[in-house]
């Protein structure tokens, strides 16, 4: 069966630092593989989305990732955090076929220093 | 464009009462989805729809839970009865299509505390 593994709970960064949020997942083939955020009292919103091609995959908000086969991962960065960056991130995946339903990690909650 | 709406936002119920839940998709999307989401998890899946059949219900807990899509369009779910590992945002979710690279929109959620 498919997994996602988000690794770290809680992240806590100052304003204006980098930001790596890391996902590994467990699956025998390329899964669909996504990012979403969740801000307090409001749904989950797309950040990227990887299916096929280029690995590095460009998202809303300045948030890239990339998507590395040989380590089952996807990890999410962005270069400069603000502070309007602290919400809860999921890492989620979708099979080709079969149950197409997301499949989410436990998320990682981001926590931005002044 | 309107997002997915749900309602009610909050419901505080006690255990073995009965709930349900409202869901109004993005217009003219044809695949609905509710998700469960207990605190410091990530979402699970509980149903699936394809205009009003259902995909996939396999982790619906069929004794208690049942989810309903008549029309095609909005969806209900229900609990009965509750018990007090059911306390969760509840999530619906809605996309064009049944295809992996079909974006999902989520409303806002039902937040229900089982006491």
């Known amino acids: 069966a498919q997994s996602v593994t988000q690794p770290d709970i809680h992240i806590t960064v100052s304003e204006g630092a980098s930001l790596e949020l890391r996902c590994n997942y467990s699956?025998?083939?390329?899964?669909?593989l996504f990012w979403y955020v969740q801000s307090p009292g409001q749904g989950l919103q797309l950040l990227l989305k990887?299916?096929?091609?280029?690995?590095l995959v460009q998202g809303i908000k300045g948030f890239e990732a990339e998507f590395k086969r040989s380590q089952s991962s996807f990890n999410l960065r962005k270069p400069s955090v603000h502070w309007s960056d602290a919400a809860e991130y999921f890492c989620?995946?979708?099979?080709?076929?079969?149950?197409?339903?997301?499949?989410f990690g436990s998320g990682t909650r981001l926590q931005v220093q002044p | 464009e309107a997002g997915v709406a749900q309602s009610p936002r909050y419901k505080i119920i006690e255990k073995r009462q009965s709930v349900a839940f409202w869901c109004n998709p993005i217009?003219?999307?044809?695949?609905l989805y509710w998700y469960q989401q207990i605190l410091g998890q990530g979402p699970k899946l509980l149903i699936q729809?394809?205009?009003?059949?259902?995909?996939?219900d396999s982790q619906l807990p069929k004794d208690r839970f049942s989810a309903e899509r008549l029309k095609g369009v909005d969806s209900t779910l229900k609990i009965q009865p509750a018990k007090l590992e059911d306390s969760a945002v509840y999530l619906c979710?809605?996309?064009?299509?049944?295809?992996?690279?079909?974006?999902?929109?989520f409303g806002p959620g039902t937040r229900l505390t089982v006491l």
């Open positions: 979710a809605s996309s064009p299509g049944t295809g992996a690279y079909n974006e999902q929109f």
């Open positions: 699956y025998g083939a390329t899964p669909y």
């Open positions: 990887y299916f096929s091609g280029d690995t």
């Open positions: 989620a995946v979708v099979m080709d076929t079969g149950r197409r339903a997301l499949t």
């Open positions: 217009s003219g999307h044809a695949t």
């Open positions: 729809f394809q205009n009003n059949g259902v995909v996939d």
